[in-house]
């Protein structure tokens, strides 16, 4: 995965594996956001950063340096992101259905787009700017790019992740959903199930049970499925309760 600083500034979800963070999360008051996500490098720190379906914008301030505003794409593979005490991210991750028609998924999958920055206090998409976000107000930003047409709510990709009836078919469903999201159809239901998993396996249920309630062929297709979305085997998830 590519990104215009580097690649820790890519991703999604990050559970840390290393070093030492504060953080805080929540959900937001808008339809539009999955959660939004704050942190503070207190050491030199190593996370990875999972695939889960969302696609960001970061707010990236590095020890010494000035403020980056990123917005990345989503992933199919985890990624190692290396912080350095001192470090501080907050992170908006917005729900796949929705995107940016000026820079859509096929266009920022696996990479990071910078967007300027102006003291610290603003930054610009395109030909409009709009104020950094606090933690306890990025509804406020949402409703901006939602109100200028920055950002935007897909009824196709929406429909294909609850399985709703459409009218186009199938071949246009998922070329569709690839262009908005950056990610196949397929694979997004196959990163799905690997959360699921995770979240099976953290509960106290068996790999055989796991792999016979999600309709995986057998053990190793639950494991390969696993280590390819989750970088972790089943025994490491229920050994350390990663991939969540």
């Not at 990624?79 to 992170?91: F, I, K, R, Y």
């Not at 070329?175 to 990163?191: C, D, N, P, S, Y």
Request: proline share 6%; aromatic share 6%.
């Amino acid at each position: 995965m590519t990104c215009a600083a580097s690649s820790a500034d890519c991703g999604s979800k990050m559970p840390p594996t290393e070093g030492t963070i504060t953080e805080q999360e929540r959900t937001a008051d808008s339809p539009l956001v999955a959660k939004v996500r704050q942190v503070r490098f207190t050491a030199d720190a190593r996370e990875m950063a999972l695939p889960d379906g969302s696609w960001d914008l970061l707010f990236v301030r590095r020890r010494g340096s000035p403020l980056m505003v990123i917005q990345t794409g989503q992933i199919a593979a985890p990624l190692a992101v290396d912080s350095q005490a001192g470090d501080e991210m907050l992170t908006i991750a917005f729900k796949p259905e929705v995107y940016m028609p000026r820079l859509p998924g096929r266009l920022t999958f696996s990479q990071g787009t910078v967007c300027p920055v102006e003291a610290d206090r603003s930054f610009w998409i395109g030909p409009e700017r709009f104020e950094v976000p606090r933690f306890d107000n990025v509804e406020h930003l949402v409703a901006a790019l939602a109100r200028r047409g920055v950002l935007e709510r897909d009824p196709v990709v929406s429909r294909a992740l609850q399985g709703a009836h459409q009218r186009l078919d199938e071949r246009s469903i998922q070329r569709h959903f690839a262009e908005v999201t950056g990610l196949g159809l397929k694979a997004f239901q196959q990163i799905a199930r690997a959360h699921e998993a995770a979240r099976l396996l953290r509960d106290g249920k068996t790999a055989s049970q796991v792999a016979a309630e999600l309709e995986f062929s057998d053990q190793a297709h639950l494991t390969h499925s696993l280590r390819r979305f989750l970088g972790q085997t089943p025994r490491q998830i229920t050994r350390h309760g990663g991939g969540s």
